[in-house]
């Protein structure tokens, strides 16, 4: 899941001071599920900017909406004409959300109401935690299915540092679990420690944001878009 | 748990207190017991400040931060949740969340410049209207010190 | 001790670095530390060199260690080489990915270094730009892979030929007292297959637990494979045997040295500290696998010969 926070309030209020009439558009995709955007976040930060727009002396007009993905474009359908009659959209869906928004609509003017912060799980009622970096050439089969390239601070492959203390992390001993301890035990635990008694050679960063902006194809679904595109096109011959 | 009325006070700027000044508060009371002690207050003919409005929920734990945030967005100058003693909510932890959104709601009113210390959170027993009266006023009187919210004093200076 | 270097006089000098003639003449090794200073003050610089200068054998260049801005290790490195004390130039991974880093060494090189020290490097959340972004390329095994790499096939890791030759004597730092404990020997097993020469081992004060490492490490024929240097720290005071044993991550100060500090005037732990060290000295040559000492004196680099002049290792050998 992706998991954002809410920006300060402040800095939202600064996106929107020049307009009079906005959307606050949630989602209801994984930020719906870490709290941060969804219906529930879309009411209170419409609450937030309205009052704090009345203490400044000046209304504000919301419209609030969720649709349940800002990443899909069929989604959009769902919001009408609502966005017409707004000077502006402050988006509380991930970054992909706000820049999918911006693409779809152009003419809009889009702020982002979140700060997109990691790909993680609910550890927790409340917690999430970075479980996944998304580095493009995965390593789980190699650590026992922990990973060290998006959990350990300093994306050690050959790990422990030093830095490991009683399972824990020194970069937040409160907070971060040193991940070749996790590795370890686990590795013990089902007989194949043998598996990090190799050097793991430097990795391929190539397939991670470091190769450039990364896409995918799916060649079926693709050569159909293609397809129809051809159909379109006059009949040769 | 409650903030204590010397660490408010720290908080904010010393103004003048306007004697005119009447707060509207809104207590988000509990059935099973903020209200009921309500009810006994007045069965009791023990008076609290009038001008309290008391909206009854099923549980405390029915409060969220919109809600919350609605009161202000609807004029209140202060806000209290009253649930039950913990440990003895009906609903087995309703006033636990209450209490943990209380505090949360209490950081956004410090960001958003109304003041976490407008809402707060008091538990009490329905037989405890001693309590009831005793909160209200500990409430009214410190909404009267730091007189009415700056969402009020903006919309009165625009008219 | 005497098989450790009868297997490696075997081999062939590596890059003829005064520590590695040392250590291959059989002799006990002494390394110490010398900080760069935070900016390009040369004769702070200098007057650190001359507190060190004889007393060892060579002298680690820290590279903006606990990741605080300071004057560069290759810089500082060869500052070391013009005034006669041989560095051990330290590069962390934090701040390089491969390309920089292998071209740092051949920059180094170049200077005339011919220690390298290979490190991940510390968290930048312990220095003055917490704010920066890190590098982490590699780690400190793959670092010493790519720069063997180098030396042994003449090519970079890409692939393209080295011109010129460019040989590093390398080595690499472990710390005994991490968790978890098991798995310690088998990382310095992967730092010496990676190209690791010699070891530096993190301060050392609980010398049962080193003995039990050190036997661990023997065990596997590690003393046979590199050059082990235990690290020692002299403790100024009661006060810093606690925050080290409370706040550094992988060391731990016995009870016993702290109460001995502790039961020491104030004037006089100092004192104390020094003689604790000069035990320690002389314990850990006494372990087998032992190669060196390294001795890390935090600011208070002008005690280093101090020290050494109360044992017999000065003056050091010339080879």
Redesign the interface.
């Known amino acids: 899941m992706i998991v954002a926070e809410t920006k300060p309030i402040e800095e939202i209020y600064g996106f929107i001071e020049p307009y009079n009439k906005i959307m606050v558009l949630g989602c209801g995709g994984c930020v719906s599920v870490c709290l941060s955007g969804g219906e529930k976040e879309v009411g209170v930060l419409t609450s937030a900017l309205k009052l704090k727009r009345k203490i400044d002396g000046r209304e504000l007009e919301v419209v609030e909406m969720t649709i349940p993905r800002q990443c899909d474009w069929e989604y959009f359908d769902l919001m009408g004409s609502r966005l017409d009659e707004v000077e502006a959209v402050v988006s509380i869906g991930c970054g992909a959300g706000v820049q999918a928004l911006v693409k779809k609509f152009p003419d809009s003017l889009v702020y982002p109401g979140l700060n997109t912060s990691f790909l993680g799980v609910g550890e927790k009622p409340g917690v999430w935690v970075e479980y996944c970096q998304g580095c493009g050439s995965c390593v789980l089969g190699l650590t026992g299915g922990i990973c060290p390239v998006a959990r350990c601070s300093k994306h050690i492959l050959n790990g422990p540092c030093g830095g490991s203390e009683k399972g824990m992390c020194e970069v937040d001993p409160k907070n971060i679990p040193c991940v070749w301890q996790l590795i370890y035990d686990r590795l013990k635990s089902i007989d194949r420690l043998d598996l990090i008694e190799k050097i793991m050679d430097m990795k391929d960063w190539s397939t991670a944001t470091d190769g450039g902006v990364r896409r995918m194809e799916n060649p079926e679904v693709f050569a159909l878009e293609h397809k129809q595109q051809e159909d379109k096109e006059p009949a040769k011959g | 748990m409650a903030e204590t009325e010397e660490k408010v006070e720290e908080k904010q700027p010393k103004q003048p207190v306007d004697p005119n000044f009447v707060p509207k508060i809104v207590a988000f009371c509990c059935n099973f017991c903020a209200y009921a002690a309500g009810d006994l207050a007045g069965s009791t003919r023990t008076e609290y400040p009038s001008n309290i409005k008391v909206i009854r929920l099923p549980c405390s734990g029915r409060v969220d931060t919109r809600l919350l945030l609605r009161a202000f967005e609807e004029g209140a100058d202060g806000v209290y949740v009253a649930g039950c003693e913990e440990g003895s909510c009906h609903f087995a932890e309703g006033n636990y969340w209450a209490k943990r959104r209380v505090k949360n709601a209490k950081k956004l009113l410090d960001e958003i410049g109304i003041g976490g210390e407008r809402l707060e959170m008091f538990n009490f027993s329905a037989s405890m209207f001693d309590k009831f009266v005793a909160n209200a006023k500990i409430m009214d009187e410190r909404i009267r010190k730091l007189g009415p919210s700056p969402v009020n004093v903006a919309a009165a200076k625009s008219k | 001790m005497g098989e450790a270097q009868e297997k490696a006089n075997s081999s062939e000098m590596i890059s003829g670095s005064n520590l590695e003639k040392i250590f291959r003449a059989g002799h006990f090794a002494i390394t110490t530390e010398c900080g760069p200073p935070k900016g390009a003050d040369v004769e702070r610089l200098k007057e650190k060199i001359n507190h060190i200068k004889g007393c060892c054998d060579a002298a680690n260049v820290t590279d903006n260690q606990t990741a605080v801005v300071r004057m560069s290790s290759i810089g500082a490195s060869a500052i070391l080489v013009q005034e006669g004390v041989e560095p051990i130039m330290q590069m962390v991974t934090?701040d390089r990915n491969?390309i920089a880093a292998q071209s740092d060494m051949f920059g180094a090189h170049a200077l005339g270094i011919r220690n390298m020290l290979c490190l991940?490097?510390?968290?930048q959340?312990f220095g003055n730009h917490p704010t920066a972004k890190?590098v982490?390329?590699?780690?400190?095994?793959?670092l010493l892979?790519?720069i063997d790499h180098i030396r042994t096939e003449n090519k970079v890791?890409g692939g393209d030929d080295v011109e010129g030759p460019a040989k590093m004597f390398l080595g690499a730092?472990a710390?005994p007292f991490?968790?978890?404990f098991e798995?310690r020997v088998?990382?310095l097993?992967?730092k010496i297959?990676?190209g690791a020469n010699f070891i530096q081992t993190?301060c050392i004060y609980d010398m049962d637990r080193f003995k039990k490492y050190m036997q661990m490490a023997c065990d596997h024929g590690l003393d046979k494979k590199a050059f082990i240097m235990a690290g020692i720290t002299p403790l100024k005071s009661a006060g810093m045997a606690n925050y080290m044993n409370k706040f550094v991550?992988?060391i731990s100060v016995p009870d016993e040295i702290i109460q001995r500090l502790k039961g020491t005037p104030k004037e006089k732990q100092a004192e104390e500290g020094i003689k604790i060290c000069l035990e320690q000295i002389e314990t850990v040559r006494n372990i087998p696998g032992v190669a060196g000492v390294h001795l890390m004196a935090i600011e208070w680099e002008h005690k280093v010969r101090g020290i050494l002049e109360q044992t017999d290792l000065l003056p050091r050998p010339q080879v």
């Not at chain 3, 991940?120 to 968290?123: L, Q």
């Open positions: 934090r491969r991940t490097g510390d968290h959340k890190n982490f390329d590699m780690d400190s095994i793959q892979k790519v890791i730092a710390n991490g968790d978890p798995f088998f990382r097993a992967k297959q990676a993190q991550a992988g």
